[in-house]
């Protein structure tokens, strides 16, 4: 009979430890890399008619009620750098002299524009915007103490019109 010894190789040269330490490694990297893009990216402020109820969020429909109730409908266009804003009302007498016009970025409200428009003519605003909005961006076209509004989507084409209506924001 042959007498062998085993002899156990050190624990660093196996191969099991190693990677047993490299999932907890892969855990840890990852968890610090969803932390640190949750601390970089905070979560985007709420915007819209709603009130809390108990812990939830409830659209109050208050100010789409309001421009319903006054008939108000209306499309935007752009010519160059200028906003041309056509709103129709039940009462067109009732319009306000200065409206704002909200352009928000489909992703980031770092992207979002604002131009505040003045009244031309009856039932036509015109204002100047310092940079274009994004092609996809959201219009919200609203009085300057933002008792109603009115909202549509850009189509991809800042030359074209983007057509106003009551909506649920």
């Known amino acids: 009979m042959e007498n062998t010894e085993f002899t156990p190789r050190p624990w660093y040269r196996e191969p099991w430890p ?3 330490l490299g999932i907890l490694g892969l855990g840890v990297c990852s968890g610090l ?3 640190t893009i949750g601390l970089k990216n905070p979560p985007q ?3 819209g008619d709603y009130q809390p109820l108990g812990k939830a969020l ?3 429909q208050e100010r789409a009620g309001r421009a319903t109730a006054l008939g108000l409908g209306g499309d935007l266009r752009f010519e160059g750098n200028d906003v041309l804003l056509t709103l129709a009302a039940d009462d067109p007498a009732g319009l306000p002299e200065t409206v704002l016009v909200q352009f928000l970025h489909p992703a980031t409200s ?3 524009t604002t131009a505040i428009v003045r009244l031309q003519s009856e039932g036509v605003y015109r204002g100047e915007l310092a940079t ?3 092609e996809r961006a959201q219009v919200r076209v609203a009085d300057l103490q933002q008792t109603w ?3 549509g989507r850009m189509s991809g084409d800042n ?3 983007v057509a106003l209506s009551v909506q649920r924001l």
């Open 149 to 151: 509004w009115l909202a």
């Open 45 to 47: 402020i709420v915007s």
């Open 110 to 112: 770092e992207g979002d």
């Open 33 to 35: 890399g969803i932390l």
């Open 132 to 134: 274009l909005p994004h």
């Open 18 to 20: 190693w990677i047993i």
């Open 159 to 161: 030359g074209g019109a």
């Open 58 to 60: 409830v659209d109050t």
